[in-house]
């Protein structure tokens, strides 16, 4: 049975700090990782990953895949409140995209 | 553009009625999702179309579900008859299908704001 599992399911931490956030996976035909960003509403997109070892940055979030793991990690540094929210990580394989649960992260100041 | 859009935002219904939502994807977008959020079983995918065909409706739960998506610019989930336990967030998201070196491959989805469902 395909799944993605991510951990930890929560976390709690204060600003300044840096953030580790896990995704692994067990699918059939994987095709790509997405990691999205959910607040108070839809989850809106942070990246893609399809490639092992190349690691993608958008400002102080970053995100590289390990295929040979089958995991892939979510890096925030120097957090801030505006942090806080459930990261989903998702995988594609060749028929169906498969969520994990989420980490809910909280910020505090 | 204005993004996914999808109506209405928020549905209370009793159960046994039949309830729709909609959706109109992000134009030149020609795949198209239906998920549904739970605090007990997260995000899942319902069903999905590619270019207004469905292609996987294998997370439908039951045949009280339905989808379609008579054109590029338009889709439904139909629930009849509701039950509480449908109660969620729908989400729609869109996303463009294309083909590359390697295959077919997904570029990002983007989500609606959702339709929060309660069935009592």
């Known amino acids: 049975e395909d799944k993605v599992v991510q951990s930890p399911l929560s976390l709690v931490v204060h600003e300044g700090d840096t953030v580790t956030l896990n995704c692994s996976y067990e699918v059939t035909n994987f095709r790509s990782l997405l990691w999205y960003k959910q607040e108070k509403k839809a989850p809106t997109f942070l990246f893609m990953l399809t490639s092992s070892g190349i690691e993608k940055k958008s400002g102080r979030l970053s995100s590289i895949l390990d295929k040979k793991e089958l995991s892939s990690i979510l890096n925030i540094t120097a957090t801030q409140t505006g942090d806080s929210a459930i990261y989903l990580c998702a995988v594609k394989t060749g028929n169906q995209f498969y969520f994990g649960t989420g980490t809910s992260l909280t910020v505090i100041p | 553009d204005a993004g996914v859009i999808q109506s209405p935002r928020h549905e209370v219904t009793e159960m046994g009625q039949e309830v729709t939502l909609r959706c109109k994807p992000i134009s030149g977008h020609n795949s198209l999702f239906w998920y549904r959020q739970t605090m007990m079983r997260g995000l899942e995918l319902l069903i999905y179309f590619n270019n207004n065909v469905p292609i996987d409706d294998s997370g439908m739960p039951e045949d009280r579900f339905s989808a379609k998506m008579p054109n590029a610019s338009f889709s439904t989930l139909k629930i009849q008859p509701s039950e509480p336990r449908d109660s969620a967030v729908y989400f729609c998201?869109?996303?463009?299908?294309?083909?590359?070196?390697?295959?077919?491959?997904?570029?990002?989805?983007?989500f609606g704001p959702g339709t929060r469902l309660t069935v009592t």
């Open positions: 998201a869109s996303s463009l299908r294309v083909w590359g070196t390697s295959g077919v491959s997904y570029a990002e989805q983007y």
